[in-house]
């Protein structure tokens, strides 16, 4: 069982940044990759990044590559997002999940409650 916390969200005008972290508690933290994902109103929750176990594969949408950086601190049980030049469209509710490794919320088997990003332009 995984339990998963995030933090870091809030209002950011464009071109700012912004860190999101992802704490997780339980022992089995490790074993799993973990994947950020957001989901704006009135849209699905789309794919943003995902990072293995061992942090040694990471994959991004191509919405944010270049702009975002997720890595993994597994000593610390937290994964981390870290969002540069953000725009108004990267406003959304962004949740980590911890599952195998996948663009598909489906894959994931825990969700955090989510952290709410807003860039105003």
């Known amino acids: 069982q995984v339990q998963l916390v995030e933090s870091g969200g809030g209002l950011v005008q464009a071109g700012g940044s912004l860190r999101l972290s992802c704490a997780a508690s339980g022992r089995t933290f490790r074993t799993y990759a973990m994947g950020w994902f957001r989901q704006a109103p009135g849209k699905e929750r789309e794919f943003v990044a995902r990072i293995t176990w061992s942090g040694g594969s990471i994959y991004y949408a191509d919405s944010v590559k270049g702009r975002f950086t997720i890595s993994r601190d597994n000593a610390k049980n937290t994964v981390y997002l870290q969002m540069n030049s953000l725009k108004p469209e990267d406003t959304a509710v962004y949740y980590c999940?911890?599952?195998?490794?996948?663009?598909?919320?489906?894959?994931?088997?825990?969700w955090g409650q989510g952290t709410r990003v807003t860039v105003s332009s």
């Open positions: 999940a911890a599952g195998t490794n996948s663009n598909l919320p489906r894959q994931y088997d825990y």
